[in-house]
């Protein structure tokens, strides 16, 4: 049972926007920045999303994310299919002092 | 180019140790925290630990507090992971990571299975 909660699928087709949440609690996502990563099958992960909403130099605009309050989430427009790939969530925890990641959301493009 | 390159991994017995590696280049060593995050087979990742650039703080997650230790030697620009106790639930791939909780390289990871 991951600290962060992701729904573990979701889908879309190519060109739609889709979303995945991710939920925490006062102690992680209500008091620090969120990063997310994208893990293509096979590969290492990849950082995506930086405190909270900041896109690393070469990841393209159609990625992006948000936080409010104990919840964030990451938006994916203009869906390709080689955005098909794990994403997870992470954020430093203060009561558990360690870094917590989201159990992962496996996004499929039908 | 910055590049993070695992080594050590391998087949090891329940209650054995293992130490693995990770040769850092393409960047100054010795200016970063330096983490390991985990990933078993078929499952989320999970963050090891990670070391302050000087190595004088080291943080750890609690399933392996007092059987791992990460250390770093920056003349060498390498990170290490010394694992001790090994158990069935340490299998997986272990990659090394430039950070302290933003990871924005990985190296390829080297996969570490603990069976009898």
């Known amino acids: 049972q991951s600290v962060l909660t992701q729904p573990p699928s979701a889908s879309g087709t190519p060109g739609q926007r889709v979303t995945i949440s991710c939920s925490g609690s006062?102690?992680?996502?209500?008091?620090?920045?969120v990063n997310w990563y994208q893990q293509l099958p096979g590969t290492a992960p990849k950082l995506l999303i930086y405190n909270n909403n900041q896109r690393p130099s070469g990841v393209p605009d159609r990625f992006s994310g948000s936080k409010s309050g104990t919840s964030a989430s990451l938006a994916i427009s203009g869906l390709q299919s080689e955005d098909e790939a794990d994403y997870y969530c992470?954020?430093?925890?203060?009561?558990?002092?360690?870094?917590?990641f989201g159990g992962g959301t496996k996004l499929t493009v039908l | 180019e910055v590049q993070l390159v695992e080594s050590g991994g391998g087949l090891v017995q329940p209650g054995g140790s293992l130490r693995l590696s990770c040769a850092a280049s393409?960047?100054?060593?010795?200016?970063?925290?330096m983490s390991w995050v985990r990933q078993a087979p078929g499952k989320g990742l999970e963050w090891v630990a990670h070391?302050?650039?000087?190595?004088?703080?080291?943080y750890y997650v609690d399933s392996v507090k007092g059987r791992f230790t990460i250390s770093r030697d920056n003349a060498k620009n390498s990170l290490y992971l010394q694992m001790h106790s090994l158990r069935a639930e340490d299998t997986a791939v272990y990659y090394c990571?430039?950070?302290?909780?933003?990871?924005?390289?990985w190296g390829q990871g080297t996969l570490v299975t603990v069976s009898s």
């Open positions: 006062s102690s992680n996502i209500g008091s620090n920045t």
């Open positions: 990571a430039r950070g302290r909780t933003t990871f924005e390289y």
């Open positions: 070391i302050k650039q000087d190595g004088s703080e080291k």
């Open positions: 393409g960047f100054i060593f010795s200016s970063y925290w």
């Open positions: 992470a954020a430093w925890d203060d009561s558990l002092n360690g870094l917590v």
